[in-house]
């Protein structure tokens, strides 16, 4: 099984509604990341979490909210989505405590706002 | 404000020869860098680290410099195959704070 996982994989929503995408690890990482990337933009950050109790906005938080239900899961929502939203989303984890800083990220998830 | 250039945004290259890709950074002072490779409407993967302390990283056919002096980092290919044709990212890395990515380099590797 993936050790990062978002579901769902592909969405597509209407302008206005709300919508949340979903982010599972089980690499046991403490930090997540929530990132958009869209052609010519390269990866942005949208929100990150070092911790359970820890949520940090990103460079382009506007639009969006999150919450770390767990030390596994984190999730974001567009609480009214809007076309610009439209982008391939993907989570990431990493691990402060072993000092190792890679990012591993998930499949991604294709969101289409029309 | 933290500014990454990746060189070129694409880059074709005969099968067998070494490709180089290039990240400049400015405004910047990272403690590590980092490279990913994506392939298209895929997740990044993690490739390789480079700290700052340390001039040169070797993985297989993979090596990474970083010149902290002058701001960056070369990413080489050696012998390089059709099937390292990918996006590859830099991603620069103050140790605490969350990664800054380039906007990639398009690497066609032709046979």
């Known amino acids: 099984d993936a050790d990062v996982t978002q579901t769902p994989r592909n969405r597509i929503t209407k302008t206005g509604k709300r919508i949340m995408l979903e982010c599972s690890q089980t690499?046991?990482?403490?930090?997540m990341y929530w990132y958009r990337q869209d052609p010519g933009l390269g990866l942005r950050l949208i929100y990150y979490?070092?911790?359970?109790?820890?949520?940090n906005k990103g460079e382009i938080s506007d639009g969006y909210s999150v919450s770390r239900q767990a030390q596994a899961k984190f999730s974001l929502s567009l609480e009214s989505a809007i076309p610009n939203q439209t982008a391939l989303y993907f989570c990431a984890t990493s691990d402060f405590g072993t000092g190792s800083y890679e990012q591993y990220f998930g499949p991604g998830t294709r969101l289409t706002v029309t | 404000s933290q500014k990454i250039e990746q060189n070129s945004e694409a880059l074709n290259i005969q099968e067998g020869k070494t490709a180089t890709l290039t990240c400049n950074y400015t405004?910047?002072?990272?403690?590590?860098l980092q490279w990913y490779r994506q392939d298209p409407g895929r997740g990044p993967v993690f490739l390789l680290l480079i700290r700052e302390n340390e001039k040169e990283k070797r993985k297989e056919r993979l090596k990474v410099t970083f010149d902290t002096t002058l701001k960056q980092s070369l990413f080489h290919i050696t012998a390089s195959q059709p099937a390292d044709s990918a996006t590859y990212l830099c991603a620069l890395d103050s140790g605490n704070t969350p990664l800054v990515f380039g906007k990639g380099t398009r690497l066609s590797v032709i046979a």
């Open positions: 979490s070092f911790d359970v109790k820890d949520i």
């Open positions: 405004n910047y002072s990272p403690a590590y």
């Open positions: 690499k046991g990482h403490d930090r």
